[in-house]
């Protein structure tokens, strides 16, 4: 992966760090385990530049050890994509797919056959906002950039009240409903504004109508 040829990386779990290249200094990159069988993570891999809207597999990520799955929501379904170490990324067919490109702003499962310490890393987008279409019903979205995300950063301008985000928490799921005027609040109707999504994660939105979300560049 033509990203990971970084003379110097420094590489901190679940946060993004800094590094410095020959071309680049807006390099940055986070490390994310991968449990083994049935273990799944959501995960942020199109948190930064690569393809035009996205980035590629080939490009998302490193560290894998073989037999691990991508699952990328497309809004009714999943595209599965399963990875074969020394061969790289294939669809159902057995077609190559290193070159699928995941969407800005789009969430994706990713799942092992073993533990393995994956590296995601890349230029951090540096546009003001990025737009990220949703539909009516379930999303599995993600903030575009390599920052944590609070619930009260989530553009809200065109909820009407009864959004509900789902923060998966590695076995079940934190679910947050969101009162128009009032904002968003905890199953115990305590505020939840300030709750934050990990960098380098995704996370389920319910939304009323479909709509185009606007996510700041928070950095």
């Known amino acids: 992966m ?8 420094a590489l901190g779990c679940a946060a993004a760090v800094v590094a410095q290249t020959a071309t680049s200094a807006n390099i940055v990159g986070y490390k994310k385990n991968v449990q083994p069988s049935a273990g799944f993570l959501i995960f942020a891999p ?22 691990e799955q991508i699952f990328i929501y497309n809004g009714s379904t999943y595209d599965i994509y399963d990875y074969f170490a020394g061969y790289g990324w294939f669809d159902g067919l057995f077609n190559l797919a290193g070159g699928v490109v995941i969407p800005a702003g789009a969430g994706s499962w990713l799942s092992g056959a073993a533990s393995s310490e994956t590296i995601t890393a890349g230029e951090v987008p540096m546009a003001a906002t990025v737009d990220v279409p949703v539909a009516a019903g379930f ?15 989530i553009d809200v301008s065109s909820f009407t009240g009864g959004e509900q985000v789902f923060v998966y928490n590695g076995s079940t799921y934190d679910i947050y409903d ?10 115990l109707f305590n505020p939840a504004g300030s709750v934050q999504v990990p960098v380098g994660e995704g996370f389920w939105l319910s939304v009323n109508s479909g709509t185009t979300l606007v996510f700041n560049k928070l950095f």
């Open 178 to 187: 969101y009162f128009a005027g009032y904002g968003w609040f905890d199953g």
């Open 139 to 153: 999303n599995l979205v993600a903030n575009p950039y390599p920052v944590a995300l609070a619930l009260d950063d």
């Open 46 to 67: 199109a948190q930064f530049g690569g393809a035009a809207g996205g980035i590629t597999l080939d490009d998302a990520v490193d560290g894998l050890v073989g037999g």
């Open 2 to 9: 033509k990203k990971l040829l970084i003379a110097s990386v």
